[in-house]
């Protein structure tokens, strides 16, 4: 069987021109690579080149030599791409969502039920997440609408919470809830990776300076040493627990309530179920 290295050394041959700057490029010998394309011929049982004192050309078996190395190599990377490709199928779990602690929840009970599994995770829009979904480049996601397909299982994963996060001396500390507009035209301070949160509060509160932070430590650090407005959840202050010298303030607006969807495609139900049961209602 002939060494493939010899059918990649006749491809750099060809598409550099000459032996000499073939070699140059392989980081070999003239003489070496002089010697494997002869060992490639011997294999072959036929000359590639016509030869030259000073010139060594492709001739016509050359070339169709080199069109079948391309073919004969494409094939092998594809096949490569290919194996890898079902082996990180059946190890790997890439999740989409539209908010950051659903997702972190439920990689929290993937891990905690399922050994060797990788995941692969992404915040990003609903349009998004669908069109992922059908592609499989995610097998679950994490949104925040409900989506009746025959071709895809819908579960309910559960519901979050937004609140205000306010300094103890704000003028509005006292009252027991807010809205939206209550806070329009404050400045606060918005950790970025809140995903499809960052888009709705800006949306509701158009006349606000939003501060992004990108960092959630130094968010949090912000937040305990200044008297910046900020958001929270229900889901964030269970992981986190609450910040010091600030009032939780819940926000009456049905916006500030968000249930999220878990969803994988009907086809794959079977190979998921026992995920989708560990998060039932």
């Not at 990180?88 to 999740?95: E, L, V």
């Not at 499989?136 to 996601?141: A, G, R, V, W």
């Not at 040493?225 to 992981?239: G, K, Q, R």
Request: net charge neutral; with cysteine; aromatic share 10%.
């Amino acid at each position: 069987m002939i060494d493939t290295n010899l059918l990649y050394y006749l491809i750099a041959v060809s598409d550099a021109g000459t032996l000499t700057k073939a070699a140059r490029k392989l980081h070999l010998s003239q003489q070496a690579l002089g010697r494997s394309m002869r060992r490639l011929e011997e294999e072959l049982g036929i000359s590639l080149f016509y030869r030259s004192k000073n010139r060594l050309e492709l001739n016509e078996y050359g070339k169709a030599a080199v069109q079948y190395a391309q073919k004969i190599l494409g094939q092998l990377e594809e096949m490569e791409a290919a194996i890898k490709m079902m082996e990180k199928q059946q190890h790997t779990i890439s999740i989409g969502s539209m908010a950051p602690r659903p997702l972190h929840d439920l990689c929290k009970t993937i891990t905690s039920s399922y050994e060797n599994i990788r995941l692969e995770t992404e915040l990003t829009t609903y349009d998004a997440l669908i069109k992922g979904l059908y592609e499989q480049t995610y097998q679950i996601i994490i949104t925040s609408k409900k989506f009746n397909n025959q071709k895809v299982v819908c579960q309910l994963w559960g519901s979050e919470e937004l609140y205000f996060l306010l300094p103890a001396g704000h003028p509005l500390a006292t009252r027991k809830i807010l809205s939206f507009k209550d806070m329009d035209g404050e400045t606060l301070i918005l950790y970025k990776k809140i995903g499809f949160w960052k888009n709705l509060v800006t949306q509701l509160m158009p006349n606000t300076h939003f501060i992004i932070i990108e960092d959630r430590e130094n968010f949090r650090k912000l937040l305990e040493h200044s008297d910046m407005i900020a958001f929270t959840t229900d889901l964030a202050i269970e992981e986190e627990g609450k910040i010091k010298n600030r009032i939780v303030k819940e926000i009456k607006e049905q916006e500030a309530l968000v249930s999220f969807y878990c969803m994988c495609l009907a086809e794959n139900y079977p190979k998921y179920k026992d995920i989708f049961k560990s998060i039932a209602f």
